[in-house]
Nanobody, 121 residues
Framework: QVQLVESGGGLVQPGGSLRLSCAAS????????MGWYRQVPGKQRDFVAT???????NYADSVKGRFTISRDNAKNTVYLQMNSLKPEDTAVYYC???????????????WGQGTQVTVSS
């Protein structure tokens, strides 16, 4: 059983910083990409950032220059450093991982349960 667990969310003032973490655990053979999405109530889940196993990154235009995604392959963990936060960054942040379990032939997409980030004064 594979599990993704996010941590690091919370309340922060505009202009502040937060660092999110997401650890994948369980029976994992290989992880391809890992990433972050966010969602506000009543809206679709939006792409934030992704990182491949080789370290290539991609960002949504709205977070470029403010957010940095990184990963520790030895720990099966992905991070999202969020700086210069704005009220419009308020959302539930979800991590995902495209990975293969030892008992599976194919890679599958797994999601975490989400962590709330609120940017408000």
């Amino acid at each position: 059983q594979v599990q993704l667990v996010e941590s690091g969310g919370g309340l922060v003032q505009p202009g502040g910083s937060l660092r999110l973490s997401c650890a994948a655990s369980g029976s994992i053979f290989s992880i391809n990409f890992m990433g972050w999405y966010r969602q506000v109530p009543g809206k679709q889940r939006d792409f934030v950032a992704t990182i491949t196993s080789g370290g290539s990154t991609n960002y949504a235009d709205s977070v470029k220059g403010r957010f940095t995604i990184s990963r520790d392959n030895a720990k099966n963990t992905v991070y999202l450093q969020m700086n210069s936060l704005k009220p419009e960054d308020t959302a539930v942040y979800y991590c995902n991982a495209f990975l293969r379990a030892p008992t599976h032939l194919n890679f599958r997409l797994y999601w975490g349960q989400g962590t709330q980030v609120t940017v408000s004064s």
